[in-house]
């Protein structure tokens, strides 16, 4: 099936760890996203990317790194630097322009 | 910066009736604009697509329509159902490619 996997669902980390979400879509899609979700709000935008290799800080890209080796994969590290990361965290995937956004069933972050 | 604002933050409507939900984006430069689903705990449910040279979209009851020089866009539901409860989000694509949501409205159809 085609379609935006992202794992693990939940996802539980330290005070000081680092920790990677995994995004991958199948769908051939030049572009990626990543958001954070807080609960009552809205989607916030921590990075995208356009083509393999390049990419670019949203809104709340501070404590967050992202890499884009591979078309496919597009994996998300919370860093120890992100200090309030319990969040809910969505993938997505499209072609550049013009075209649905698909999401991920997301990953649910809590620190503990 | 784009901003997009969504009311209401939430709705409540007995079943069957019609329900409109409005989104608005302060920079008209966009290469569309989409509206989402999302139930509790889940991912987001693509419903309409609107490109930046379309008036309207329609799938079944649900109506988008968009007025780009005045940064807005209206979603209807017709004949509202308790399975439309949930929370619709909006989303524009600029042409920087970034895509910006609202907060979303709560839908609940009271049976």
């Known amino acids: 099936d085609g379609g935006i996997t992202q794992s693990p669902k939940y996802l539980f980390r330290k005070e000081g760890q680092n920790v990677t979400l995994s995004c991958e879509q199948n769908l051939n899609h030049d572009a990626m996203y990543w958001y954070r979700q807080d609960p009552g709000q809205g989607l916030r935008l921590i990075y995208y990317?356009?083509?393999?290799?390049?990419?670019q800080k949203g809104d709340i890209a501070e404590g967050y790194s992202v890499s884009r080796e591979k078309k496919e994969s597009f994996p998300l590290t919370v860093t120890s630097a992100q200090k309030n990361p319990t969040a809910f965290y969505l993938c997505a995937s499209g072609r550049i322009t013009n075209t649905e956004a698909f999401f991920g069933q997301g990953t649910r972050l809590t620190v503990v | 910066k784009q901003e997009v604002t969504q009311i209401p933050a939430a709705l409540s409507v007995p079943e069957g009736e019609n329900l409109v939900l409005n989104c608005s984006f302060t920079d008209s430069a966009i290469y569309n604009l989409q509206w989402f689903r999302q139930d509790p705990g889940k991912g987001l449910t693509s419903l309409l697509l609107?490109?930046?040279?379309?008036r309207e979209q329609t799938s079944g009851r649900l109506n988008a329509s968009l007025d780009k020089s005045s940064g807005r866009s209206t979603l209807y539901i017709a004949a509202s159902q308790p399975g439309d409860s949930a929370t619709y989000l909006c989303a524009v694509q600029s042409n920087d490619y970034k895509l910006s949501f609202g907060a979303g409205t709560t839908v609940t159809v009271r049976a």
């Open positions: 990317s356009q083509i393999v290799n390049d990419f």
């Open positions: 609107i490109q930046s040279s379309q």
